[in-house]
């Protein structure tokens, strides 16, 4: 499955990203096939194809929700945002869900 997704670039401590269309296997650091973008977050800047984005999403790729919602934010297309992580539960609620307290 092809995906779109960021490509960390830069010096440590000035991130710089690529937008690029990749197989989701494979290294986040890897080949891609095509670069559809850049993004600085220093400078807030966005810059994608938007013809070449709606091309491979239209072959089946899938996009991932950081660079949907940055899409969106950006105002590039008009989609709803997507939740790109879920909170963990803290291990003191799993215990407790766990194991019922005794009745005395």
Excluded at 32 to 44: D, F, M, R, S, T
């Amino acid at each position: 499955m092809l995906m779109i997704r960021l490509q960390r670039t830069g010096k440590r401590g000035q991130a710089y990203f690529r937008v690029v269309i990749l197989e989701h296997t494979s290294r986040v650091k890897g080949k891609y096939i095509e670069l559809l973008g850049n993004y600085n977050p220093h400078q807030k800047e966005f810059k994608v194809k938007k013809d070449r984005i709606e091309h491979w999403v239209s072959k089946g790729a899938q996009v991932s929700p950081t660079v949907n919602n940055l899409m969106v934010n950006y105002k590039v297309w008009n989609k709803p945002k997507m939740q790109s992580w879920k909170p963990k539960k803290s291990s003191k609620e799993a215990v407790t869900d766990a194991q019922p307290t005794p009745a005395v």
